[in-house]
């Protein structure tokens, strides 16, 4: 229907700019067209058509191949837990994923759009994050050294959360740098766990510590409760054997 109406265009006397169409060859390869096409005509009606096609199927496929790839990419934004920002060279952001939005509070992207990233942590974190940045451009396409950096984010509501951000330089064809990407990652219960961890084991090592002396209290009574025993045992017994007029006698029954 819809190529039988651009026929009908042309037999109208219109001109078709552009017209894609999937054919099938004698070989029965399906080979995509592009078809331009223009009627000419007299008072009484048609009385030429004129039609150029070319094979366009590398680029419909390269076409194809760009669409399956940003889809691909746009499926991984939208079903990745961390929040991926990309800014220009400046910082200015330009593009986040859903998870952005959540992890800052956010409800639109149009929020976000043209802010500087340094608007979402804290200032006392600002002189680091720049210093960090400038590092990615020392290290180049090096990871072996790479690791995540730490900072205090900020929410649209002003909590201040933990957040952990690896960061990478945006590259065009000539491999110069055009813009970064940022993966940042929510770390406030891994902080939080971590904390409750220390505190746990600051305990454990005090009621170890408890306990050890109370072993070597225990240790001393028993080893004092020997020798008094001892003492008590050799002050019976020669209380046994003095005499009564002993002079000795009242010191030792004190």
Do not use: C
């Amino acid at each position: 229907l819809y190529l039988a109406n651009r026929f009908a265009e042309i037999l109208a006397g219109n001109t078709i700019d552009r017209l894609d169409v999937q054919v099938v060859t004698r070989a029965g390869d399906r080979i995509w067209l592009e078809i331009r096409g223009r009627g000419y005509h007299d008072g009484d009606g048609i009385v030429e058509i004129l039609q150029i096609a070319r094979d366009v199927t590398e680029r419909r496929r390269s076409e194809d191949a760009v669409k399956e790839s940003e889809g691909l990419y746009r499926a991984i934004l939208d079903s990745s837990p961390d929040a991926v920002v990309v800014t220009d060279m400046q910082g200015h952001i330009q593009m986040s994923s859903p998870a952005g939005l959540k992890m800052f509070g956010h409800p639109a992207l149009d929020e976000l759009i043209g802010r500087s990233i340094f608007e979402f942590i804290t200032p006392e974190d600002h002189d680091r994050a720049r210093a960090n940045i400038a590092g990615i451009a020392v290290r180049g396409t090096d990871w072996s050294n790479r690791h995540p950096d730490e900072y205090d984010g900020v929410r649209a509501d002003g909590a201040i959360f933990k957040v952990e951000v690896m960061g990478e330089f945006l590259r065009d064809a000539a491999g110069q740098p055009k813009g970064m990407v940022f993966d940042v990652r929510d770390i406030s219960e891994r902080k939080e766990a971590e904390a409750e961890r220390s505190r746990l084991e600051a305990q454990l090592a005090q009621a170890q510590k408890m306990e050890a002396v109370g072993r070597l209290a225990g240790g001393v009574a028993h080893d004092f409760n020997n020798m008094l025993t001892v003492i008590l045992g050799n002050a019976e017994l020669m209380k046994r054997i003095m005499v009564a007029s002993d002079a000795a006698l009242p010191h030792l029954l004190e």
